[in-house]
């Protein structure tokens, strides 16, 4: 088992900055992919980024230029820079882990106003 633990979330206007932390209970160095999703109000969960144990990256059209996605195995940390937000960002954040199995957080809010 492994708990996630999202901080970071908040309000910010347009433009504005964030910056996610996603901390596991246990060493990441053995996850196969770290990644961040965001649902939106009436929306599905959608991928924003993510990141492979090998260092390998994906992020979502919506986000190139704007996102960037990191780890940090020894404090057991995937981060997630959010830089030119736009209103349509708003959402619940969740951090999500692949092992043998799946883990999700609970999820930050991100709002961001116009």
């Known amino acids: 088992q492994v708990q996630l633990v999202e901080s970071g979330g908040g309000l910010v206007q347009a433009g504005g900055s964030l910056r996610l932390s996603c901390v596991a209970s246990?060493?990441?160095?053995?996850?196969?992919?770290m990644g961040w999703y965001r649902q939106a109000p009436g929306k599905q969960r959608e991928l924003v980024a993510d990141i492979s144990s090998r260092g390998s990256i994906a992020y979502a059209d919506s986000v190139v230029g704007r996102f960037t996605i990191s780890r940090d195995n020894a404090k057991n940390t995937v981060y997630l820079q959010m830089n030119s937000l736009k209103p349509e960002d708003t959402g619940v954040y969740y951090c999500k882990v692949v092992s043998n199995y799946v883990f999700w957080g609970q999820g930050t809010q991100v709002t961001v106003s116009s």
């Open positions: 246990r060493s990441i160095s053995y996850f196969n992919t």
